[in-house]
């Protein structure tokens, strides 16, 4: 118990360590942070791809390579242009252009607080599929007037596909919901349908215990397969789009896992804290309720008891699995 102890201190120090470094580190560098590589290998929606219409003549080459090591920095000073016709900040209001706060991901030509889109961007949005995916915004401003021939933005685009990839990833962090994926990931999809419609209410502790009680580790392990789209489970497994999560169940929130590099949002989230079985139930349960702007594009369990069962499997997965609550009467 003792040298579990020290291990757990000897991890706080460690982590601590690498969150100065890291912090350090951090204020020189700009991360591209929800936007990486991998999540793009797995993220890019079939219907973003051929659409006929959506390309100009021999229209911008794919960008998804270009955002894997975009700067939303550098993306944040091309949009200075934007800006007499923009706000961006959330709530902002529609000046000759709507407001594009949470623009990645939604829809073409629609709400925006009853911006007034001319009918050019409304009619191609319908043949593009009708959502600003990374490729829809990638050919509309390279060229608004070849996307939508007509449309009301007077802008001549631009050229330059780095540039483009720097301002979808800047205008992709200005969101509650910052979406790497233009709509689903597999994971998502082959959640259960329950998951989109699920309250969001917050799992219930009190039951929490008894759950774990009862829990299923096979069930577990079977609800966990979702999870190795991102995840590996095995000791000293490679890290993929998220972190190998062997030994994951008591150990700090966002921190090591061999040098994962980490959202700010789950960082800020997770400071100080470890993964509890209640922090991994919240988690678990809807990963941007608990950490908003978290990289892990999961839509969550909505059913408690197999959250309980996936938790148990978790923890069997360990050198120290923490011990589960036991049933009461036992
Ligand atoms: C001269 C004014 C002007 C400039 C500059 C401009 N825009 Fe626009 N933008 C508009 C207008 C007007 C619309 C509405 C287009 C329509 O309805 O056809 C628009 C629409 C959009 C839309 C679609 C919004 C939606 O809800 O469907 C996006 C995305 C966009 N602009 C991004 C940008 C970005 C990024 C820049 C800078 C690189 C930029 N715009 C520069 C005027 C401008
Ligand atoms: C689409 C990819 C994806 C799927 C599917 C996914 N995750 Fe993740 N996961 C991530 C990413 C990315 C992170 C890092 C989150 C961050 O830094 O904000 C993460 C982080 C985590 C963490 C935090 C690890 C730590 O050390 O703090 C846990 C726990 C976790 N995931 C568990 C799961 C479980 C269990 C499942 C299956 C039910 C799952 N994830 C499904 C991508 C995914």
Redo the contacts with the bound molecule.
Sequence with gaps: MSFEMNKIAGAILVAMIVAMVSGIIASKLVEPIPL?KN?YE?AIAPEAAPSGGQAAPAGPAPIEPLLASASIEAGKAHTAVCQTCHTFDKGGPNKIGPNLYGIVGSKIAEGRGGFEFSDALKSKAKEVGGVWTVDNLNAWLANPQHFASGTKMTFAGDSKAKDRADVIAYLNSLSDHPQP?PTK?P??AAAPKAAAAAPKAAPAAASLDALLATANVADGKT??I??T???TFDKGGPNR???N?YG?VG???????NG????D???AK?KGQT?TFAN?DA??AN?QDF?H??????AG?PKAKDRAD?IAY?DTLSDHPVPLPKAPGK
């Design positions: 990486k999540v797995v994926l990931v994971a998502q609800h966990a979702i999870c789209t991102c995840h789009i998220g972190p999560l994951v150990s700090p929130i966002a921190e090591s896992r994962y590099d980490f959202s949002a789950l960082k997770g993964w991994l988690w678990l990963p950490a702007g978290t990289k892990m594009t999961f369990f996936l978790l």
